[in-house]
């Protein structure tokens, strides 16, 4: 079945940088577009990255442009969220995504979530 592991979340001060991981199994990695997804206390889960199939196109959030990189190996069958310059408006649960429309049918998977928060 699908699994997700999703590590690196933790405390930082504003400023900091943390670097999460989302492991994933259960499905062709490398076929998926993966995307990091974030929700705060009382707002709309909200898209922060995301990264094509092959690693080749990534976009951004306008927030967390020239502070965050997203990438993959697709080898390892796991994706990364560089996180720099963090702000406590930064401060969320973030949820690892892939996503894939093939036939006519659209696969749609979540990782349960690794909480950030920025504070000092």
């Known amino acids: 079945q699908v699994q997700f592991v999703e590590s690196g979340g933790g405390l930082v001060q504003p400023g900091g940088s943390l670097r999460l991981s989302c492991a994933a199994s259960?499905?062709?990695?490398?076929?998926?577009?993966m995307r990091w997804y974030r929700q705060a206390p009382g707002k709309e889960r909200e898209l922060v990255a995301g990264?094509?199939?092959?690693?080749?196109?990534?976009n951004y959030a306008d927030s967390v442009k020239g502070r965050f990189t997203i990438s993959r190996d697709n080898a390892k069958n796991t994706v990364y969220l560089q996180m720099n310059s963090l702000k406590p408006e930064d401060t969320a649960v973030y949820y690892c995504?892939?996503?894939?429309?093939?036939?006519?049918?659209?696969?749609?998977?979540w990782g349960q979530g690794t909480q950030v928060t920025v504070s000092s």
């Open positions: 995504n892939a996503n894939r429309t093939g036939s006519g049918t659209t696969y749609n998977y």
């Open positions: 990264i094509s199939s092959v690693g080749g196109s990534a």
């Open positions: 259960g499905f062709t990695f490398r076929l998926y577009a």
